[in-house]
């Protein structure tokens, strides 16, 4: 992903007589702009999206604002983000552009990035009031140095922006066979044992699998079973970081807890039993998946949404499960993300003679008004009001020859692709949105949240450097340990121990320590 040290160093060297400038939010020596016209670099979707100076909604918005916007969009951003960083002058702002937390400190504290925390409470008020109202948002935000170098794309709905994972199950089958659907662990191997003995679909053929999806969507799964095994106490964001707090405010790492022995014991026994495909880590593509769901041979899969699974017909015939309860009565959990759902949508640099302006601007996207109209468009234009007064999208849009989401794209931006500098609707305004009835779940997810829900934790570089390469030889350890667990190639009584002792070789306690820092400094901001 990074092309070249030399060319950051070139940037460093051309932004060096502006760093003193661009940290305090000063104008840069750079030439004077137009006062009503800001310059932004943001991604290119024009394969399936209007260019942004063409697009209806960014057309409404010069109108309402009188600030014309010089749009630059980037085709492969990620290859070309490095090299637009060399440039003698950069835009006023980076839009929608993907800096990992790691790139957003380092470039920040060379004085590529402007500081932004002084200037969000008077000139971002819509969302300075989300960041009082969720202070993981101001904690997620904040680098190690104390300085805000990005704002968010944000949701206040824990069902929404494609957070939540659930498990999909198949209800066709369920009243076929007269079963009910399962709430916890034990329950679930049993409906699923029944899915693959008794014939569901009716064909004759034993064809029906329980938890099927293409090889290596596995995640979604494990992640509700972790859950349902109690190590879903910091939100999804933190399991798959492979962490949870435990009951004395203390990191730990998921993959050395007795829990997770647990879990995996639990997986192997549905693989060993059929209840998992056996080719949940290889030999089948998505393609292949979506055909045999056509066939109506899949019996659940985890997803945030059931139109994963293809053509819509289908996905009707599954119903969600959010919360699955585990063992001995331990009660389960919403896997869901932070409030944070990305930490760079937007992006003040060096060159931006007015931030001030940058902040007024983008900041109506953070009100209710800004929301609505980000992602629905105008009444009468993009959208019409059913009976009971909910947004429903105009026919041109729902009836788009490649579908109703790109349909709505090619008039308004927060809708597809996501990531924007936006506080994202609530999930059921948009399934409604869209001609859907919102989800419905026998248990209510609201109810059983986690005790807290921590998004990605801010690094020094220092402590980047060293994360570096330990999580990357974890990761593949565990990755290949997964597999061998599951599938019985490893024990997992006799071969435990092994296993913990080589997490400890590759650097799990440097690891450990380096993240509890990181959760220290978290909880104090």
């Known amino acids: 992903m990074k092309k070249s040290t030399k060319i950051i160093s070139t940037a460093l060297m051309v932004s060096a007589s502006a760093f003193a400038l661009a940290a305090c939010g000063s104008k840069s020596s750079g030439a004077k702009r137009d006062k009503n016209t800001i310059t932004l670099i943001a991604p290119d979707h024009s394969d399936v999206h209007p260019k942004n100076k063409d697009l209806w909604m960014w057309k409404q918005y010069q109108k309402k604002t009188g600030i014309k916007v010089k749009w630059e969009q980037i085709k492969d951003w990620d290859q070309k983000k490095q090299l637009i960083l060399s440039r003698k002058t950069l835009p006023d702002a980076f839009y929608q552009t993907g800096w990992s937390n790691d790139e957003l400190v380092k470039y920040g504290k060379q004085g590529l990035f402007q500081p932004l925390e002084k200037l969000i409470p008077k000139y971002a008020p819509n969302l300075w009031k989300l960041m009082q109202k969720d202070e993981s948002l101001k904690k997620g935000m904040t680098a190690p140095d104390g300085h805000i170098y990005s704002l968010p794309y944000t949701s206040d709905d824990p069902y929404g922006g494609g957070r939540h994972f659930k498990l999909y199950i198949n209800k066709v089958w369920l009243d076929k066979l007269g079963l009910k659907q399962p709430t916890n662990t034990t329950e679930l191997k049993d409906v699923l044992h029944a899915f693959v003995t008794k014939d569901p679909n009716g064909n004759g053929k034993a064809d029906e699998k329980g938890f099927y999806m293409d090889s290596g969507q596995f995640g979604a799964f494990e992640l509700m079973i972790k859950a349902a095994f109690g190590l879903n106490t910091a939100g999804r964001t933190a399991m798959e970081n492979n962490f949870y707090i435990d009951d004395n405010d203390q990191l730990q790492y998921i993959f050395a807890d007795k829990k997770m022995q647990e879990a995996w014991k639990y997986l192997a026994d549905l693989y060993k039993g059929g209840e998992i495909a056996k080719t949940a880590f290889a030999g089948i593509d998505y393609d292949k998946w979506v055909a045999d769901a056509t066939k109506d041979q899949v019996g659940m899969f985890a997803w945030v949404d059931p139109d994963f699974i293809g053509a819509s017909d289908v996905s009707k015939n599954y119903v969600p499960i959010a919360i699955l309860d585990g063992p001995d009565g331990q009660k389960g959990t919403m896997v869901t993300q932070s409030s944070l759902m990305g930490n760079s949508a937007f992006v003040v640099t060096k060159d931006a003679q007015n931030p001030k302006q940058l902040l007024k601007w983008v900041d109506y996207w953070y009100s209710q008004e800004g929301s609505q109209f980000g992602s629905f468009g105008k009444e009468g234009v993009t959208y019409k009001l059913n009976d009971k007064g909910q947004k429903v999208y105009v026919d041109k849009i729902l009836n788009y020859s490649k579908g109703a989401q790109l349909g709505a794209?090619?008039?308004?931006?927060?809708?597809?692709?996501?990531?924007?500098?936006?506080?994202?609707?609530?999930?059921?305004?948009?399934?409604?949105?869209?001609?859907?009835?919102?989800?419905?779940?026998?248990?209510?997810?609201?109810?059983?949240?986690?005790?807290?829900?921590?998004?990605?934790?801010?690094?020094?570089?220092?402590?980047?450097?060293?994360?570096?390469?330990?999580?990357?030889?974890?990761?593949?350890?565990?990755?290949?340990?997964?597999?061998?667990?599951?599938?019985?190639?490893?024990?997992?009584?006799?071969?435990?121990?092994?296993?913990?002792?080589?997490?400890?070789?590759?650097?799990?306690?440097?690891?450990?320590?380096?993240?509890?820092?990181?959760?220290?400094?978290?909880?104090?901001?």
Request: hydrophobic share 30%.
């Open 409 to 525: 794209y090619q008039y308004v931006d927060n809708i597809y692709a996501g990531f924007f500098p936006y506080l994202e609707p609530k999930q059921s305004e948009k399934w409604i949105a869209f001609g859907r009835e919102p989800e419905k779940f026998e248990v209510d997810p609201s109810t059983h949240m986690p005790k807290q829900v921590l998004p990605s934790f801010m690094a020094t570089a220092d402590e980047s450097a060293q994360l570096s390469t330990i999580e990357t030889d974890l990761n593949n350890y565990v990755s290949q340990a997964r597999v061998k667990f599951v599938t019985g190639k490893w024990n997992l009584d006799s071969d435990w121990s092994k296993f913990q002792t080589q997490l400890k070789k590759i650097g799990l306690d440097s690891w450990l320590k380096i993240k509890r820092d990181q959760y220290k400094r978290y909880e104090k901001e």
